[in-house]
């Protein structure tokens, strides 16, 4: 059991460093951003990001675990179909061992194991069922994979699947609230058995200025194993839009429980087509 327990929480530290890295992942907050219903000013777009991101947490362990990433993404806006992509390059330092890529109990707690590589194909989609109207808000219903590209030493060499439903509501000229609930099927290593969940988040999102987002979101995933905390992250952002070419997203997040990340921030510089 303990073996299990530091396994899923390794998971939880990858996963959230990979929060901003993945298409499907990427923190609550900058998501919601640029996909803010009011940002969305042409039916049909590409967009091709990249950045930087960065977590670190003790996970239940003696010391830290730390997880950066550059990430390579892209999106596209078909009318009300929404296709997103995104490979990371990750690099972990932290204790214990590497068993399908999460961190798990070590018999020298102040051991610190690194290691860096292609991270996992996350490929996300997402239909609009309903434009905002009235009391009605935006709905969005979305599906996502997350493809095990990443050698064993990076990702848990298995396949996960997550579906969500999202939605928008403009409670002003310049302010939107936000939020989704999905859930999510986590593929197994041979080694421990994750189990399923459910995912949420939401948030508010600011529209100062036609070229300014600004906001904050909190998101929770249940439990990846029997007897750990569901994690939990709050994550201020903040987009600014220099043209119509060039954007720039930065956010930063902190963890709610021992499960989830202790601090974390990223940016991402976005070139629109």
Do not use: C, H
Not at 185 to 199: D, E, F, K, R, V
Not at 218 to 247: C, D, I, K, M, N
């Amino acid at each position: 059991m303990k073996f299990l327990k530091f396994a899923a929480l390794g998971l939880v530290a990858l996963s959230a460093s990979a929060m901003a890295a993945s298409a499907n992942e990427q923190p609550a907050g900058a998501q919601a951003a640029s996909n803010d219903p009011a940002a969305q000013q042409d039916l049909n777009s590409f967009e091709l990001s990249t950045g930087f991101d960065y977590s670190v947490g003790k996970y239940g362990a003696a010391v830290d675990t730390t997880v950066k990433s550059v990430p390579v993404e892209a999106k596209l806006q078909l009318d009300r179909l929404r296709l997103q992509a995104s490979l990371p390059y990750v690099w972990i330092t932290g204790p214990g061992q590497i068993v399908g890529g999460v961190v798990v109990g070590s018999t020298n707690p102040t051991a610190v194991a690194e290691r860096q590589g292609v991270g996992d194909l996350s490929m996300a989609a997402a239909y609009r069922l309903t434009n905002e109207s009235g009391a009605l808000p935006m709905i969005e219903l979305g599906g996502n994979v997350k493809l095990p590209t990443a050698d064993t030493a990076i990702g848990t060499g298995e396949t996960d699947y997550g579906v969500n439903v999202a939605m928008y509501k403009s409670v002003g000229p310049q302010v939107t609230l936000f939020g989704s609930v999905g859930y999510s099927w986590l593929g197994s290593p041979a080694a421990y058995q994750l189990q399923n969940g459910i995912t949420a988040y939401g948030g508010l999102n600011i529209r100062p200025d036609p070229a300014v987002n600004l906001g904050a979101s909190v998101s929770y995933r249940e439990p990846v194993a029997t007897g750990l905390q569901g994690q939990a992250v709050v994550s201020p952002y903040l987009t600014y839009r220099f043209s119509q070419r060039l954007g720039l997203t930065a956010y930063a997040t902190a963890g709610l429980n021992e499960a989830s990340p202790r601090v974390g921030a990223g940016v991402r510089l976005t070139l629109f087509q």
